[in-house]
């Protein structure tokens, strides 16, 4: 069953309580399988052209309202800080901001442990400091719908002025919908309260607050919103991160660390949390099963409650440590208040176990990690902070993420096993920052209102 085919079965037009027909598509759209897709970066020369540009591309980015029905593409825009400043929008609204968004990611390179070889001066043009004031993520189910969402947007374009196309990055992937190497990517998703979607088994669904600007988020309060209303309801924040992944050093490392094939894939498996199918580990603990991997009313469907040694799934695994569920944590933190809705997109040739680190300086190939939060930015600061780059919060000190952590120097994975655990030396950074930006994604109101100067 497709992901839309799902989402589908589940929704109930009667169980909505937000305002879908003013939050962007993007927001709880799941992308299809097989994707493809374009991310476009724009800068803004001169704000009257730039508020054209918006009131010109506001009718093509759909709402909400239909997020379960077929669609060939759909369009999404955030707007950095940066960007809405040069856009004209009144310095009162832009201090409503969340101040790490006023700043820009790369201003808060100390708070997201930016730094070597991930540090924003190493950063591809398009995203540096100011550059990328406006982000278009346009998704679609093959190459000739994308083709007609892209001439749709550049059209556009071309008829506004004053601003200027920084940068393009094409996308996609196959029905496998796996990542750079060779997982099945973006399987975690929650389940959004008012949303129409009645949540899976044992899942509760998280409230429309956490991801929605004017709901009540898990704490029975709105998150602090943009002023004015107009701009602020109904719209989200974005962070997007793009990584190179050295797909070849990762081969490497498996089959330097363990001898046989089967042994390779386990370790592989450790590491991730999950099989290259999506099988979770704590459901298929010695194999890989392809059926599980692809039920979607499975392949997520479980927690960690009989494995708190972690025996089956490492605590330092990369899927647990991103989402520990009822993980015991050392650190405690309500789970709840940082679970995202994730949009990665996968770039670059197919993951195949050939590769080799020789390989990686000359593939273009890598991931856009990109999630929707209303509070992406602490959210972002504390996994980067504290289950990405140390181990604290699980009892293992320094230890870090083996999978999207920056490793400076060589580190370890700890794999629990009785009578004595076992540590694998030698991680590497196996996925590095090449730039990112924190982003608005405005309600359609908000768009409008941008386009429209409706501050005067």
């Not at 278009?136 to 556009?156: G, Q």
């Not at 701009?231 to 089959?255: C, E, H, P, T, W």
């Not at 999630?371 to 992406?376: D, K, L, P, T, V």
Request: proline residues 6%.
């Amino acid at each position: 069953m497709s992901v839309l085919a799902d989402l589908r079965a589940r929704f109930s037009r009667e169980r909505v309580k937000l305002q879908l027909d003013d939050i962007q598509a993007l927001i709880l759209r799941s992308r299809p399988e097989p994707y493809v897709g374009l991310h476009a970066m724009l800068h803004v020369d001169e704000a009257e052209g730039g508020r054209d540009l918006v009131r010109r591309l506001a009718p093509h980015i759909p709402a909400a309202d239909d997020w379960t029905d077929d669609m060939d593409a759909w369009t999404g825009v955030a707007i950095s800080h940066a960007g809405l400043k040069a856009l004209g929008v009144p310095e009162a609204s832009l201090k409503s901001f969340p101040l790490p968004f006023q700043k820009g990611m790369a201003a808060r390179a100390e708070q997201l442990r930016d730094f070597g070889e991930n540090a924003p001066d190493r950063w591809e043009d398009a995203f540096r400091p100011g550059t990328c004031h406006i982000a278009l993520t346009i998704y679609a189910r093959d190459e000739d719908a994308l083709e007609k969402a892209i001439k749709v947007a550049m059209t556009e374009l071309e008829a506004s002025h004053g601003v200027t196309l920084v940068g393009t990055h094409s996308f996609g992937a196959d029905a496998d919908a796996k990542n750079p190497f060779g997982f099945r990517d973006s399987i975690s998703q929650p389940t959004v309260a008012g949303g129409g979607v009645d949540p899976r088994g044992d899942e509760r669904a998280i409230a429309a607050g956490e991801f929605i600007l004017g709901e009540n988020s898990e704490t029975g309060a709105p998150v602090a919103m943009p002023e004015p209303a107009p701009l602020g309801r109904n719209g989200s924040f974005v962070v997007l991160r793009k990584y190179q992944s050295a797909v070849g050093a990762f081969n490497d490392f498996i089959r330097a660390n363990a001898d046989s094939e089967a042994d390779q894939e386990k370790l592989a498996a450790k590491m991730f949390g999950r099989w290259r199918s999506g099988a979770p580990l704590i459901l298929a603990p010695d194999h890989d099963d392809e059926a599980l991997g692809a039920d979607r009313s499975r392949n997520n469907d479980f927690n960690f409650a009989e494995d708190p040694k972690g025996l089956v799934c490492p605590h330092s695994a990369h899927m647990r440590r991103l989402n520990p569920r009822d993980s015991q944590l050392t650190i405690l933190t309500d789970v709840n208040i940082h679970r995202i809705i994730r949009r990665s997109s996968t770039f670059g040739p197919k993951w195949t176990p050939d590769v080799t680190a020789a390989d990686d300086a000359k593939d273009d190939r890598g991931i856009f990690f990109i999630f929707i939060s209303a509070r992406a930015y602490d959210t972002i600061e504390f996994l980067q902070q504290e289950w990405i780059n140390r181990g604290n919060f699980i009892d293992l000190g320094t230890e870090k993420d083996p999978i999207v952590a920056l490793h400076e120097e060589p580190g370890t994975f700890t794999i629990p096993q009785e009578p004595a655990r076992k540590r694998v030396n030698g991680v590497t950074t196996f996925n590095r920052l090449m730039g990112g930006e924190y982003l608005f994604m405005p309600s359609l109101t908000a768009l409008r209102w941008i386009g429209e100067a409706g501050w005067h």
